[in-house]
């Protein structure tokens, strides 16, 4: 079945790095797009990044732009977000999506998602 597994979270402080990973399987990954989303606290879902399905284009919100760094590895089947300069408004648990088969970002509704993994910044 269709699995996502995300990792790579934990606690850092301001201005410092982590790189998030998300391990596919179950269906053809080079053949679909991915993105990643974040839920703060007392918050809604947010789109983060999304990267499509032969990596050649890459979206990102505006808060995150020129810090993050969606990437897509067809051979490890691992999608990855790369968070550099991170702040404490960067704390949420992030998630990791995929299921669609447009061939364009941005991508309208994603079929599948992981379970999620927490990043807290310090201040």
């Known amino acids: 079945q269709v699995q996502l597994v995300e990792s790579g979270g934990g606690l850092v402080q301001a201005g410092g790095s982590l790189r998030l990973s998300c391990v596919a399987s179950?269906?053809?990954?080079?053949?679909?797009?991915f993105g990643w989303f974040r839920q703060a606290p007392g918050k809604e879902r947010e789109f983060v990044a999304a990267i499509s399905f032969a990596g050649l284009t890459k979206n990102y919100a505006d808060s995150v732009k020129g810090r993050f760094t969606i990437s897509k590895d067809n051979a490890k089947n691992t999608v990855y977000l790369q968070m550099n300069n991170l702040k404490p408004e960067d704390t949420a648990i992030y998630f990791c999506?995929?299921?669609?088969?447009?061939?364009?970002?941005?991508?309208?509704?994603?079929?599948?998602w992981g379970q999620g993994t927490q990043v807290t910044v310090s201040f």
């Open positions: 999506a995929a299921g669609s088969r447009q061939q364009k970002l941005p991508i309208r509704t994603y079929s599948w």
């Open positions: 179950g269906f053809i990954f080079m053949n679909y797009p």
